[in-house]
Nanobody, 126 residues
Framework: QVQLVESGGGLVQAGGSLRLSCAAS????????MAWFRQAPGKEREFVAG????????FYADSVKGRFTISRDNAKNTVYLQMNSLKPEDTAVYYC???????????????????WGQGTQVTVSS
């Protein structure tokens, strides 16, 4: 059974930084492309960043490009999201997701992802 557990969320002032972690209980972690999504109140869940199995393929939403960095440590079955220069509009619940259908290609579609974490709240104050 696959479990994804996010951590690292919290309250931060605009311009600050946070680092999210997602620990995955997956026997073959390298077989999964991984991604971060977020959902703000009253809005649909949206893609933030994704990474292929060997970190050679990464993709970012335009809204976070240049500020956020996704990475993974396959030895630790963990994916990270380093968030810098945070803005109030980054406030959302952030979810980790695993794509059982792809180990390299990164999809921006929520339906592509087989497994989801419970989410971690990120709040950026102005």
């Amino acid at each position: 059974q696959v479990q994804l557990v996010e951590s690292g969320g919290g309250l931060v002032q605009a311009g600050g930084s946070l680092r999210l972690s997602c620990a995955a209980s997956i026997r073959t972690f390298i077989n999964y492309a991984m991604a971060w999504f977020r959902q703000a109140p009253g809005k649909e869940r949206e893609f933030v960043a994704g990474i292929g199995w060997n970190s050679g393929n990464v993709f970012y939403a335009d809204s976070v490009k240049g500020r956020f960095t996704i990475s993974r440590d396959n030895a630790k079955n963990t994916v990270y999201l380093q968030m810098n220069s945070l803005k109030p509009e980054d406030t959302a619940v952030y979810y980790c997701a695993a794509d059982a259908w792809s180990y390299y290609e990164v999809s921006v579609l929520t339906d592509e992802y087989s497994y989801w974490g419970q989410g971690t709240q990120v709040t950026v104050s102005s």
